[in-house]
Structures are given as structure tokens and as C-alpha cells.
């Protein structure tokens, strides 16, 4: 299937034409400007925390807290960069990439190596007693076990008792080692940030926690705070917190736990970036993602009817994330197969863009919508309903929006009822009425705009030409070859 609709993208694409992208490519961070990529405008978030550091720098844990897909970690790659470019010594550790460690004690020295220095003495020690204890004991009872189960293994079974026991005491004797090789750690890191000319904390960032499995995020939280916890040294966080919390139930097998408390033990401070201005954001999806290629093709803009779509199109899918306040990912996923799904349309038909991108919305992020849109299980009423908690739930109601719920209205009621516009009418004696039928839970002056749309859309008599089910089977990559 993926095959065939790569094959036919290509064969609707004209040759001199510019690739068309269907993923987002990392952001390019530049030493000497690292924001100057930054869409979001997210850089004066940057300078605020950079200050706390600065003023604070005896050493705390600060969680940035935001959820998946809303830009963390680009972020704190660039604010990274743009600390190093002010003085301060950086660490970066992806806990997601590593957590396939038994033992995160490791790799969390790994990344301090980069600062401590290959052949640090103080560092090659800690190598060696910054495990954990060893708790593989033979049961005393063993060895009576054996005797009266398995004649002949007695000389064996005290041989491995022995070895077990001599292992134990070998642990018990180097505790006060370990401990005290733990104590001279961290006075060698205190003194190594002391050393440093411009008396800057180290901030060591750990990215993706919230993604690792259970026991190996609480095991990093917990070497944090009893291995690395000096003064000098900013832990920075990057968590979804409630995800963690997740994990933390998971871990201790209890969701009756309480995750929140027990996460203040480690963090100092929390910050949650900004949302960024949603308009700006889908702007520039829109360009990213190359929309303008569709909307200004030759053949396209010869219609008339069809000179607005772009506004339209921007308009809309600006109120339908801020809306629901829709992940940075997961708006550009949507915008991403959008694209995609257009090189499949013919530029003569008129797709009717935002509702086109609503279907994709609904089939996205509201399945169960989407479906029961798809295989005709809504009536008009109960339609109406559900997607008007969708595009209103803050009684924020723009022209845009009041538009494509009447497109999706009328598409629908022919998907429905074919040619025959007898059948249900939406609007109360005949198109020329603007009052509705049906219910909405939009004010009278939108409610009339509503009927107004709808009626201007029955009026255009070439929009009817378009079947529902022609959107439909195009976003399910079942229509490649129905134009």
C-alpha cells in the first residue's frame, strides 16, 4: 500500500517542481545564535531561567514540565547551547536512550567524565565503589536442605556457602569505603566547580525521563539526589510530570501512591513553557509542509470560488488547536498527512481544504467521530452535537469554524441521502430561510449565520457535486485512483 502511494505522489508531481516534505526535520541549533530557528519565540523563556541559574547557583533540581510532542527537548538543547555560549559548563543525558543500563549509576558518570577528565584518580575511585551492594546470597538453609534431598552435594553446597559468606563480609567491610569514597566524590566535584573561573554551576540536563521505563527513572531520581546532589551543580529536568508520576505508581505497584509528594522530594523548582501563539505555529506548518503549492496552482485559482480557501484554511486550523490546546506534535502529524493526502487530489476538485483538514482532525484525535461520520451511524442532531463540544468548548466562535460545521452539514446530509434534498431538510422552509432545523448550542446571531452558510452552499449547486465519501476514502488511502 505504502508503495503504491508513493508511486502515485510521484506521478501527480511535476518534475520541476520542489520535493515535498512529510516529516518535520530537526531544528538546525547554531552555536553562535542557537534561537535563531526557535518558531515559538521561545527564547526569552531561556533568559528568565538562565537568571534563576545565575542567581541561585548553590545547586537545586528545576523540572521543566510540559507534555509530550509540545517542543521540550528542542528547547532545551538551544538553551543549553546559549549557556555554554554565556560561560557555563553544560551536560546532556537522553535517560531515554539509556535506560537499557542495568545500573544508572553508569551512564550518569559517563556524561560527568566529560568534565572530571580521563584520568581523574578521584573519578577512577568512584568507578569502583559507586556500585551498589551485591545481594547474591545462598540461604542459610541450603546446605540442610541439600543433605536430606540430594545425598552427595553436601562438600559442594558448603564450598558455595562459604564463597557467599566471605562475599557478604567482603560487602559489610567496604561499606565504610564505599561511603566514605562517596563523601571524597563529592568534595572532588564541589572543588572542581570552585576551580572554575567564572563560578558558574555545572547544569547537567536529563532529557526524556518520563519515557523510561519505570524502575530505571526512579533509580536515576534516586542516584541524583544521593550521588550528585552538591552545591554548584543544577540538575534540569525535562519531564512530563504526570507521565512520571505514572511511572512511579508503576514502580512501586500502587496507584494509590502519591506520586506528586513523593516527586517534590527531588524537585526545587518547576517551570512549564508557554504555549506558543497557535496562529503562528500553523503558519508556519503551513509553510513548512509547502500548502501553498495546492492552494496557488494554476489550474486551481482560475475559480473563483475557490480565492478564500487559504484563508480559510489558516483560519480554522488555528481555532481548531487553540480549541483543544492540540500538542506541537501532534499538529504537525496532522498537518504532515494532510499534505501528503492533497498530491492525491486533483487540482479541479473542490476539496472543500478545512473541512478536509477536520475529517483528518477527527480521525486523528476522535476516532469514534471520524467513524461513525464514515460509515453513517450519526442523524443530523446527534452530528451536530458531538463535533459542536469539539469546535466550541470555549465559546470562542469565528466565522471560519461556523463555515466548515456547515460544510460538514450539508456533505454529510447528502452522504446520508444522496441526490434527494427533500429527504431531512436542514433549513425550515426551504434554502432561502436561514433558520436551522436542528438544534445548536451556538448563540441565535452564529445559529443564523450557520443557516446563512448553509444556504449559500446549497445555492453554489457545483459544491453538491462532491461526495463526502470522495474525502473520506482519500484520508483512509483507499481512493488514490478516484477522481
Not at 232 to 248: M, R, T
Not at 413 to 422: A, M, R
Request: glycine content about 4%; charged content about 25%.
Amino acid at each position: 500500500m505504502i508503495t503504491k502511494i508513493i508511486t502515485y505522489i510521484c506521478k501527480k508531481r511535476k518534475l520541476n517542481q520542489r520535493p515535498m516534505k512529510l516529516k518535520h526535520n530537526d531544528i538546525e541549533i547554531l552555536k553562535d545564535n542557537p534561537f535563531k530557528n526557535c518558531k515559538l519565540e521561545r527564547e526569552r523563556y531561556a533568559h528568565v531561567l538562565t537568571s534563576i541559574i545565575g542567581n541561585f547557583a548553590e545547586g537545586f533540581v528545576m523540572a521543566i514540565n510540559n507534555e509530550w510532542g509540545t517542543g521540550k527537548t528542542t528547547f532545551i538543547k538551544m538553551w543549553k547551547q546559549s549557556l555554554e555560549n554565556d560561560g557555563f559548563k553544560t551536560l546532556y543525558f537522553n535517560a531515554w536512550e539509556n535506560d537499557y543500563e542495568i545500573e544508572p549509576m553508569i551512564a550518569l558518570l559517563g556524561e560527568l567524565k566529560t568534565l572530571l577528565g580521563k584520568d581523574n584518580e578521584t573519578f577512577k575511585s568512584l568507578l569502583k565503589k559507586g556500585t551498589v551492594f551485591t545481594k547474591h546470597l545462598l540461604p542459610t538453609v541450603a546446605k540442610a536442605f541439600a543433605e536430606k534431598h540430594i545425598p552427595g552435594i553436601t562438600e559442594v553446597v558448603e564450598k558455595t556457602v562459604s564463597a557467599a559468606t566471605e562475599i557478604f563480609q567482603n560487602e559489610v567491610n567496604n561499606y565504610t569505603e564505599k561511603k566514605k569514597g562517596l563523601i571524597d566524590f563529592k568534595k572532588q566535584l564541589t572543588k572542581l566547580i570552585d576551580e572554575t573561573k567564572h563560578k558558574k554551576p555545572i547544569i547537567f540536563f536529563i532529557d526524556e525521563l518520563d519515557r523510561c521505563k519505570p524502575d530505571y527513572a526512579v533509580e536515576v531520581l534516586e542516584k541524583v539526589k544521593h550521588f550528585f546532589s552538591v552545591n554548584g551543580i543544577v540538575f534540569v529536568l525535562s519531564i512530563d510530570k504526570k507521565q512520571l508520576e505514572c511511572a512511579i505508581q508503576g514502580y512501586y505497584g500502587s496507584i494509590t501512591i502519591n506520586a506528586s509528594e513523593y516527586l517534590r522530594r527531588f524537585i526545587d523548582i518547576e517551570y512549564q513553557l508557554p504555549n506558543p501563539d497557535c496562529k503562528k505555529t500553523c503558519i508556519y506548518y503551513y509553510n513548512y509542509y509547502q500548502f501553498i503549492d495546492f492552494f496557488n496552482d494554476k489550474k486551481r485559482i482560475e475559480f473563483s470560488a475557490f480565492k478564500n480557501d487559504e484563508e480559510l484554511f489558516i483560519e480554522f486550523s488555528t481555532r481548531l488547536f487553540e480549541n483543544k490546546n492540540i500538542t506541537l506534535r501532534q499538529q504537525e502529524k496532522i498537518f504532515a498527512f494532510a499534505r501528503m493526502v492533497l498530491t492525491t487530489i486533483t487540482t479541479t476538485i473542490h476539496v472543500f481544504p478545512a473541512l478536509f483538514f477536520f475529517l483528518i482532525y477527527l480521525r486523528d484525535l476522535y476516532f469514534d467521530i471520524y467513524d461513525n461520520i464514515r460509515f453513517k451511524r450519526y442523524t443530523i442532531q446527534k452530528l451536530v452535537d458531538d463535533i459542536e463540544q469539539l469546535l466550541f468548548p470555549k465559546e470562542v466562535i469565528s466565522h471560519a469554524v461556523v463555515y466548515t460545521e456547515a460544510e460538514l452539514i450539508v456533505f454529510y446530509h447528502k452522504y446520508l441521502y444522496g441526490n434527494d434534498q427533500t429527504m431531512s431538510p436542514l433549513l425550515i422552509d426551504g434554502n432561502n430561510v436561514r433558520e436551522i432545523s436542528f438544534k445548536s448550542i451556538i448563540t441565535s446571531s452564529r445559529r443564523y449565520d450557520l443557516g446563512q452558510n448553509i444556504g449559500h452552499i446549497y445555492s453554489e449547486r457545483k459544491y453538491i457535486d462532491l461526495d463526502l465519501y470522495y474525502l473520506i476514502s482519500k484520508i483512509d488511502l483507499l481512493g488514490l485512483l478516484y477522481t
